[in-house]
């Protein structure tokens, strides 16, 4: 069973850094396996942040590109997402996600707010 736990978010000052962690289980992450953050303002649809296949090749939305950075320890099965120069438009609630052999699966997520 695939497990997905994020952790990292928290309540930041515009301008501020925050890096997010996702632990993965059940799965084995060098694999073909894509993981991927997405986030979800409040009252909006859920968005990509950024990807990174299993061999490292990343992908950003325009919106963070530059600003953040998404990599992956397969040694640990873990996936961050490291967040420079936050916006008030990045807050929201942050996802990790699984793509293993073309199924989905999805962490609880973890909230960041930052603040102006």
């Known amino acids: 069973q695939v497990h997905l736990v994020e952790s990292g978010g928290g309540l930041v000052q515009a301008g501020g850094s925050l890096r997010l962690s996702c632990a993965a289980s059940?799965?084995?992450?060098?694999?073909?396996?894509?993981m991927g953050w997405y986030r979800q303002a409040p009252g909006k649809q859920r968005d990509v942040v950024a990807t990174?296949?299993?061999?490292?090749?990343?992908n950003y939305a325009d919106s963070v590109t530059g600003r953040f950075t998404i990599s992956r320890d397969n040694a640990k099965n873990t996936v961050y997402l490291q967040m420079n120069s936050l916006k008030a438009e990045d807050t929201g609630d942050y996802y990790c996600?699984?793509?293993?052999?073309?199924?989905?699966?999805w962490g609880q997520g973890t909230q960041v707010t930052v603040s102006t």
């Open positions: 059940g799965i084995s992450f060098s694999r073909y396996v894509i």
């Open positions: 990174i296949t299993h061999g490292g090749g990343t």
């Open positions: 996600s699984a793509n293993v052999y073309g199924a989905d699966y």
